[in-house]
C-alpha cells in the first residue's frame, strides 16, 4: 500500500472515529419522576442510582416530584441513593417550577452531594436570604461564602418555571460552576470555592436530595434532573491522528 493510500486510510478511520458516538454526552444520573401520582418513597426507575427514593413526606404530582405543603408535612428531607462515578467535569440540569406562591414561605431545595455528605450544589427558594424578602438562589456549598451564589429577588406571589443548567469543574477542595437559567438570565454568572472541608468526590456514590423547611402553602415541583458527562477523546481517535503523523514524518 502507498503512502497515499495509507493516509486514505488514515483518514476515514479517523473520520470514523470522531462521528463515533463514544464521544457523545454519557448519562451518569437521570431521575424524571414517571411515577404514578403519589408518595414519592420507593419509587426506584431511573439511571445512575443505587436505590429507591427513602422515606420523607415528597409527592409525586403529574410526573414531577411536588413540594406536597400542609400542616404536617412543612419540613422533611427525602433522598436517593447515586451510584459511584469518577467524572471531575459534568453538567447537571433540572427543571424548578413555583405552582403558588405564598409570601412569608420558606426553603424548598434540590440538592446534589457527594460521597462523603459534602453538599456540592443547591438550587431553590430561600426566604430572608441576605434581606427581607425571598429569593430563588443556586448555591456551592452550604453557606453564601462571597462569590459562591447567585440569586434572583422574588415577589410575594411570583411564579416561574426554570431550567437550570450548571456545568461543574472540580479539583479536590476547588469547585467552578457555571450556571445557566432560563427563566433568570441575571442569574446566569460563573460561581466558585476553594475552602470545602474535603476533596469533592463521586467515586464511592453520592446523594440526591430534596427538602424543605418552614414551606407553609408554596407548593413546588422539581423535574427532570440529569447529570451528563463528556468522556474524553476515544483511543481509536489518539491512535488513527498517531497513524497520520507517523506517515507524514516518513513521507518527509
Not at 62 to 70: D, E, H, R, T, V
Not at 104 to 113: K, Q
Not at 172 to 186: D, E, K, R
Amino acid at each position: 500500500m502507498n503512502s497515499i493510500s495509507k493516509l486514505a486510510v488514515f483518514g476515514s478511520l479517523l473520520g470514523l472515529s470522531l462521528a463515533n458516538p463514544v464521544n457523545a454526552a454519557i448519562t451518569l444520573v437521570s431521575e424524571s419522576f414517571d411515577y404514578p401520582d403519589g408518595n414519592l418513597a420507593g419509587n426506584n426507575t431511573g439511571t445512575g442510582f443505587s436505590d429507591a427514593w427513602g422515606s420523607g413526606n415528597f409527592t409525586v404530582l403529574n410526573g414531577a416530584a411536588y413540594s406536597n405543603p400542609n400542616s404536617s408535612t412543612q419540613n422533611s428531607t427525602q433522598n436517593r441513593s447515586l451510584n459511584g462515578f469518577s467524572e471531575t467535569t459534568f453538567t447537571l440540569s433540572l427543571d424548578y417550577t413555583v405552582v403558588a406562591n405564598v409570601e412569608g414561605s420558606y426553603d424548598f431545595h434540590v440538592v446534589l452531594l457527594d460521597d462523603s455528605g459534602q453538599t456540592l450544589f443547591s438550587l431553590g427558594n430561600r426566604n430572608n436570604q441576605g434581606s427581607t424578602g425571598e429569593f430563588y438562589v443556586a448555591r456551592l456549598g452550604t453557606n453564601s461564602a462571597g462569590n459562591a451564589q447567585s440569586a434572583y429577588k422574588l415577589g410575594g406571589s411570583e411564579t416561574f418555571s426554570d431550567t437550570m443548567t450548571v456545568d461543574f469543574s472540580i479539583s479536590g477542595t476547588s469547585v467552578t460552576a457555571n450556571l445557566s437559567s432560563v427563566a433568570f438570565p441575571s442569574m446566569n454568572t460563573v460561581l466558585n470555592r476553594s475552602d470545602f472541608a474535603a476533596a469533592i468526590d463521586f467515586t464511592s456514590g453520592g446523594t440526591l436530595r430534596i427538602e424543605k423547611s418552614g414551606l407553609d402553602g408554596m407548593q413546588i415541583t422539581t423535574d427532570n434532573i440529569l447529570i451528563t458527562a463528556v468522556p474524553e477523546p476515544s483511543s481509536s481517535i489518539l491512535m488513527a491522528m498517531a497513524g497520520c503523523t507517523l506517515l507524514v514524518r516518513r513521507r518527509r
